[in-house]
């Protein structure tokens, strides 16, 4: 669209140079002095006959006024016809007019005024005509007593000789060549002058001679249109003066000339043409066009201008003043300083960009090209002109493109892009002042359950009020950005107190901490804070980010609801989660990982029924990595995908061996993470595929689930969980007491078993609370319809007061510590020994 406006402005603009230039040419070639003066009988244009009339260069005529060039007698002599067109008359007269410097000339002038837009005069036009010779002729023909025709024949006008009394008229042989008449037909021109006159015209001429033998006008002069024999049209400047009257004053004789100024008039309409081309040009661009001086302030506008505004052409006025009060306060400067520009000669050309008060109260954007084109003697600019361009589309999809681009659509935040260059921009800031700066990196603690079990759109409402709390936190030049789901960032440049980025961290956490109220419901957050300095901890963009998000993890290890500080073991922790991360996707690549099954007893036989299938890594440098360490990074890696079928695969073709060779119903339960519960429907879908592929029914396999997961009442969860009860997948509930389920979510859901974490298995004693709560699981379980697993059995105590509970099943050490599958085999073959 850009290139669009360019293309236009600038044939715009050639059409205009090009115009200006055509006329330029064709005023200068016509044979009669032409200038225009001002209201304030400045010369704003000249031609190049008068420059070769006064002999001087236009330097020194252009913006002086009249008297200084001509001289104060001859401004005298003139200045009365000046005064009658810059009040708005057409006037024509004759005068002899003093050089300044000695000499004198005969002139036959034609001063017109010319209007502005609102009607006013703004100046005239002056057609001069040399008739020295003339007038010389004239004189000599009153002394030697002759005709005047036979004086005047080489002034090139036709002369004529009236005698109103009798009606007889001489006419010259230059006016009859004028008219296209030979000698033996001159009677019929002379009989039929006034009747061959332009109707149009006639009233104006007869006004026009009137005026002058009333003694109104000191010359009768007048422009009219007269019919030639061959039937053509010629413009004819007619000037007389009564020379005799009669004792009652009535005009006797009167003398005169017929001057043919077709081709002066044929510049006047090629000059209307030329500035009616300029004005079409400009309209098809859409364009408005202004004229402005200078020296005044005022311009005249085109139609196209004032209706880019919003207002009537006719009414409407502009001024240097006027415009500066519909400018936007906030683009004045750039304007201003591009005209300064202009006038003090560092551009050639005005262009600017600005924004304008409409008609109706609306701020439209505007482009501006100009170009001064006059200037007075000194060299000082009198006039400009330039064109308008209404860009107010354009501006706004400027805007939504930038705005889609740099803010965050949901809490109107910049987003990580503008993050960035805000974060460089006060990095380079805190770099030149010497001053340190602070990068916070914050994260809603418990989001995901808010807004899994409230709805993404109270979610999303959370997020807005969230927002504006940090806003409230940080002063106006910090920046608060929404890198994505419940992750914002702060900038806080030039801090001047060394404490501000910790003060600030704690005013957040407060903030979050206070309870949100959203569509009725009472919304308890916090927030972990991580802070990073410069130049302390980096100096660089990315190490900054880096180091912050890593602090905010430290301060959720830390419990939560705090904040950290970046330290360069946290970096070391990090490279070291990193190189885990490469480890452990090559321990899935090159099948590494090991499979280990530990036995679930069933406490009134005493009988392994079941196993849990359990991840083992052994580390070609490390030795055994504990679960505890590098599940955490597969779920954030996205690798606990391919580690769930891994351990799905070997559970599968382990218990069809064990069901087949030691018990029919024989299980084996597998743990799922959130993370994989939450991925694509269609992997379990294989799963069950799988099971039915190895002839194996779905009661072959438990899936092991968190309270956590139950939390989330989506469709996509809810479907999965149908999709295992429909397929005879067992689902247990892993951990049991220490998340946040409630009973409702055992009734919703087909829970099939309770496993007691391990926490309240370790005490048991005889009179221990640990031995009231779990007995008070194990009789709510049952009487919804669930078995129960205790975990973490170790001592026989353990073992025989869960029994006497009534618990079902138990896990631990004191049977077996977690097997690898050859190992398991053999504690099945010493049951299935013992049991023969």
Not at 524 to 548: C, E, F, M, Q, W
Not at 744 to 759: E, M, R, W
Not at 786 to 811: I, P
Request: net charge negative.
């Amino acid at each position: 669209m850009e290139n669009q406006d360019q293309n236009v402005q600038n044939s715009a603009g050639e059409a205009f140079g090009d115009n200006l230039e055509q006329l330029r040419h064709l005023i200068d070639a016509l044979p009669v002095c032409i200038s225009f003066l001002d209201r304030e009988y400045r010369y704003q244009f000249i031609n190049a006959v008068y420059m070769e009339w006064f002999g001087l260069p236009k330097s020194e005529v252009l913006g002086r006024h009249i008297a200084d060039v001509i001289g104060k007698e001859a401004f005298e002599h003139v200045r009365s016809y000046i005064e009658q067109a810059l009040s708005g008359h057409s006037i024509s007269y004759e005068a002899t007019v003093p050089y300044q410097h000695g000499g004198s000339r005969n002139i036959a002038a034609r001063i017109f005024p010319v209007f502005d837009s609102r009607g006013d005069v703004r100046g005239c036009y002056a057609m001069i005509v040399d008739t020295s010779q003339h007038k010389r002729d004239e004189e000599q023909l009153h002394a030697h007593e002759e005709r005047w025709q036979l004086a005047l024949e080489g002034a090139g006008d036709g002369v004529w000789d009236w005698y109103p009394q009798t009606g007889v008229e001489i006419l010259s042989d230059r006016l009859k060549e004028i008219y296209g008449y030979g000698e033996d037909n001159i009677a019929d021109l002379s009989e039929e002058l006034d009747r061959r006159t332009h109707p149009d015209d006639l009233l104006q001429m007869q006004r026009d001679r009137q005026a002058h033998f009333d003694g109104l006008a000191p010359i009768y002069i007048n422009e009219h249109r007269v019919q030639c024999k061959d039937g053509s049209w010629k413009w004819i400047l007619t000037r007389g003066t009564v020379i005799e009257r009669n004792a009652e004053g009535m005009p006797t004789r009167v003398v005169g000339t017929h001057t043919d100024i077709s081709e002066r008039k044929q510049a006047e309409v090629a000059l209307r043409e030329s500035e009616e081309r300029l004005r079409m040009a400009l309209s098809a661009t859409h364009q408005g066009l202004y004229d402005l001086n200078l020296k005044t302030g005022d311009a005249i506008v085109s139609v196209e201008y004032a209706k880019m505004l919003g207002y009537d052409h006719a009414s409407f006025q502009e001024s240097s003043s006027l415009w500066a009060a519909r400018l936007h306060p906030d683009d004045f400067a750039a304007a201003e300083r591009a005209f300064r520009d202009l006038l003090g000669g560092r551009s050639k050309e005005y262009r600017v960009e600005f924004r304008q008060k409409t008609a109706n109260g609306d701020w439209g954007w505007i482009l501006s090209v100009g170009a001064i084109v006059e200037w007075d003697k000194e060299n000082q600019p009198l006039r400009m002109l330039g064109t308008v361009l209404d860009i107010t589309e354009k501006k706004k999809t400027e805007a939504l493109i930038w705005q889609q681009a740099n803010i965050d659509t949901l809490t109107g935040l910049p987003n990580r892009r503008m993050f960035y260059d805000r974060l460089d921009h006060d990095i380079k800031l805190s770099k030149r002042h010497k001053m340190p700066l602070a990068v916070l990196f914050i994260d809603l603690d418990f989001f995901k359950e808010v807004n899994d079990t409230l709805g993404h759109s109270t979610g999303d409402i959370l997020l807005v009020e969230a927002a504006q709390r940090l806003r409230n936190c940080v002063r106006e030049s910090d920046t608060v950005a929404r890198l994505g789901g419940d992750e914002f960032t702060v900038s806080l440049p030039e801090m001047q107190e060394q404490d501000r980025a910790e003060i600030i961290a704690q005013h957040i956490i407060r903030a979050m901490s206070t309870p949100f109220q959203i569509a009725g419901e009472e919304i308890y957050l916090s927030a972990s804070v991580g802070i990073t300095l410069y130049p302390r901890d980096a100096d660089n963009l990315d190490d900054l980010i880096k180091h912050a998000d890593q602090a905010m993890y430290a301060a959720k290890d830390q419990g939560r609801n705090r904040f950290s500080y970046f330290t360069p073991s946290l970096q070391t922790a990090a490279l070291a989660r990193l190189r885990m991360t490469n480890d452990l996707r090559v321990a899935i690549a090159e099948q590494h990982l090991q499979v280990y099954f530990q036995p679930i007893v069933d406490l009134h036989t005493g009988r392994i029924q079941k196993a849990e299938a359990l991840v083992r890594w052994r580390h070609a440098q490390l030795g055994f990595i504990s679960p505890m360490e590098f599940i955490p990074i597969a779920e954030t890696s996205g690798l606990i995908l391919a580690i769930g079928d891994l351990v799905f695969r070997e559970s599968v073709k382990w218990v069809k061996q064990w069901r087949q060779d030691y018990h029919p119903d024989f299980q084996v339960s597998v743990n799922q993470s959130p993370m994989e519960f939450q991925g694509d429907q269609e992997r379990y879908v294989n799963w069950i595929q799988y099971l039915a592929d190895q002839n194996l029914p779905g009661q072959a396999i438990i899936v092991e689930i968190t309270e956590g997961l139950l939390l989330d009442a989506s469709h996509k969860i809810t479907s999965k969980l149908l999709q295992f009860r429909d397929a005879g997948i067992q689902v247990a509930l892993d951990d049991f007491g220490t998340g946040y389920s409630s009973l409702s979510y055992l009734k919703k859901f087909d829970i099939d078993y309770l496993k007691i974490d391990q926490s309240f298995i370790r005490n048991l004693a005889p009179d221990s609370s640990d031995i009231a709560l779990s007995e008070a699981i194990i009789m709510m379980a049952h009487k919804l319809g669930l078995k129960v697993v205790a975990e973490g059995v170790e001592t026989t105590q353990q073992s025989q007061l869960l029994e006497q509970a009534a618990c079902d099943f138990a896990q631990g050490y004191l049977f077996a510590k977690p097997l690898p599958p050859e190992e398991f085999e053999l504690l099945l073959q010493q049951q299935k020994a013992s049991a023969s």
